[in-house]
């Protein structure tokens, strides 16, 4: 439905911050909850935060990560503070029309995704 370009990734440290931006099309970009997933080898894709009238994180990164979204330029943030290891996944943008849901299926479009690796 949209176009969404993930960006941000990178090597860092434990204990870093890093910011991923996702940068979405079209012109009904408020009409749609976003949400960060990720992806760790040998896992299952797992939601992390969701922005959309509502907000959600999950509890292992409560109090850490910001979701955040700036309506005007398209684009949603994942700010991540004191990273961890196993914070180390690929990590995707997704939208879909409506409230957040916590189910992957019910997104229907995805970015890229972008590789976040953190060192001990």
């Known amino acids: 439905q949209v176009q969404l370009v993930e960006s941000g990734g990178g090597l860092v440290q434990a204990g870093d911050s890093l910011r991923l931006s996702c940068v979405a099309s079209?012109?009904?970009?408020?009409?749609?909850?976003m949400g960060w997933f990720r992806q760790a080898p040998g896992k299952e894709r797992e939601l992390v935060a969701a922005?959309?009238?509502?907000?959600y994180y999950s509890g292992s990164v409560k109090g850490r990560f910001t979701i955040s979204r700036d309506n005007a330029k398209n684009t949603v943030y994942l700010q991540m503070s004191s990273l961890k290891p196993e914070n180390t996944a690929v990590y995707y943008c997704?939208?879909?029309?409506?409230?957040?849901?916590?189910?992957?299926?019910?997104?229907?479009?995805w970015g890229q995704g972008t590789q976040v690796t953190v060192s001990s």
């Open positions: 079209g012109r009904t970009f408020r009409y749609y909850a």
């Open positions: 997704a939208a879909r029309i409506g409230i957040i849901s916590l189910q992957s299926h019910e997104y229907d479009s």
């Open positions: 922005s959309g009238g509502s907000v």
